[in-house]
């Protein structure tokens, strides 16, 4: 065994011989970190031959159908959103990684899932951040029980491939990845060839003993998960948990899943009992006083799969110095691309005023189709003219000041219907074919149009 000295990428696990500003695989900037290795020497002669390392060896090559498919088993967490997001539960032999900001609510998840499973199978809960006392004080005061799960502290690899290889486990939780090292690589645990090798061996012994095997990840500063993103090919299915800490809701997100759908969203609320699955989420993020107030618009938006009405909020105000911008929940670039387009499309000038634009609830909207009700906010504040309770709005605003087409249209109407919503502004593309019973639709096509149909229509004007 060799000792060398390589230059690593952290994002996706390249290698270099010296280090460089660029990662020449993945594009990063300053990804590349120091760390010394251990490598068997290898013969010149046997250098060029197969990845597995055997001279001869026979490779069987097979007609697609003539492969054997084996039939998913599917096992419930007991938590409705939770087998939501996993397409229908936890697949026997899957490996799961599940990434999020520190406090919210990974751990409280899979240990709630652990003890339901561990009912009928044998679960087997690792722990390398807190101890095993740490761990039954949680479950305790979340009111699980405790008496079938089987828990250990442990952060060294290859003792935990002995633990599974000599007792018979059909689940197991690492909690995290970034705490596990082993002894192949000569680096600290958490760097990126210890996550990388260690996520390797436990993977492949997943595979081999179908054992569903679940892994908490750390994420960085930007929200992505730590360590090299080759992380995110080994395993199945790939979980982000969203939110802040200090808000009552979470929101996880699938973003890769070879079991089930991704871009699939549950939400879940934080209580004293541990999370608990919000069944029916399209309103929760609508909380709206009794009256109308001027700046404030119900957007129907889109997230994942699922639609949701958020309230728009906006505060036009006028400056003699220096215009300022602040938007929360959407791209700040977006806005002033939104107030120049209704400068010059629909001869309404906000640019000279301070403009405060706030998503409510702290949801962060990424779609376009909430370039309408961001603009219409914005113009009520302006003329302080109060928009009614019951009209909510989608829809892009193009360059030329055209309306153009969101996805799910007819999706969104129906939502905005079922929870009492009268009127609905819609792209004039968008316009169902045939009318909606109890819905008055105002489909458009111009920038201009919407700010005549809404603010000179007397039937939509509050006093």
């Known amino acids: 065994m060799a000792k060398i000295t390589v230059y690593v990428c952290r994002d996706c696990g390249k290698e270099e011989d010296i280090w460089i500003g660029q990662c020449l695989k993945c594009g990063a900037f300053n990804s590349i970190s120091k760390t010394v290795v251990e490598r068997k020497t290898q013969h010149r002669a046997t250098a060029g031959l197969s990845h597995s390392g055997y001279a001869g060896q026979k490779h069987h090559i097979t007609k697609l159908n003539a492969v054997k498919m084996s039939q998913e088993i599917r096992c419930s967490t007991g938590i409705g959103e939770f087998d939501r997001v996993l397409g229908g539960g936890l697949v026997t032999g899957s490996v799961v990684l599940i990434g999020g900001d520190p406090g919210i609510g990974k751990s409280t998840l ?151 759908a991704v871009n699939e969203l549950s939400v879940f609320e934080m209580t004293d009992q541990g999370l608990r699955e919000v069944i029916n989420p399209a309103t929760i993020f609508l909380d709206r006083y009794g009256e109308a107030v001027a700046g404030s618009v119900v957007m129907v938006s889109r997230n994942g799969v699922r639609p949701f009405l958020v309230e728009v909020q906006a505060l036009v105000s006028e400056t003699k110095t220096t215009p300022r911008q602040l938007i929360l929940g959407l791209e700040h670039n977006r806005l002033t691309f939104l107030l120049t387009i209704m400068k010059e499309q629909a001869n309404v000038d906000i640019l000279e005023h301070n403009v405060y634009v706030n998503i409510v609830g702290g949801l962060k909207i990424t779609e376009t189709a909430s370039d309408l009700a961001v603009l219409l906010a914005c113009v009520s504040s302006l003329k302080n003219q109060p928009l009614p309770h019951d009209m909510a709005v989608f829809g892009e605003v193009g360059l030329s000041g055209e309306i153009r087409s969101v996805p799910n249209a007819q999706e969104r109407i129906k939502e905005a219907q079922k929870n009492g919503f009268k009127t609905v502004v819609i792209p004039k593309v968008n316009q169902p074919k045939q009318p909606i019973e109890s819905m008055n639709v105002i489909a458009v096509e111009y920038l201009y149009q919407v700010l005549q149909a809404v603010f000179e229509n007397d039937a939509l004007v509050v006093n």
């Open 110 to 260: 899979l240990l709630q899932t652990a003890t339901h499973i561990a009912e009928n199978q044998s679960v087997l809960y690792i722990t390398g951040e807190e101890s095993l006392s740490q761990v039954a004080m949680r479950a305790k005061r979340l009111g699980l029980p405790l008496d079938r799960l089987d828990v250990m502290a442990e952060t060294k690899v290859e003792r935990i491939c002995e633990i599974l290889a000599e007792q018979k486990t059909s689940m197991v939780i690492l909690d995290s990845i970034q705490t596990l090292y082993t002894e192949a690589i000569p680096a600290a645990s958490g760097s990126t060839s210890q996550i990388k090798e260690s996520a390797a061996i436990l993977t492949r012994l997943a595979k081999q003993r179908g054992i569903s095997l679940l892994i908490v990840g750390h994420v960085t500063k930007d929200g992505v998960l730590a360590g090299p993103r080759v992380l995110e090919h080994m395993v199945d299915c790939v979980l982000y948990f969203e939110g802040q800490s200090d808000l009552q809701y979470r929101m996880m997100r699938a973003v890769k899943n070879r079991f089930g």
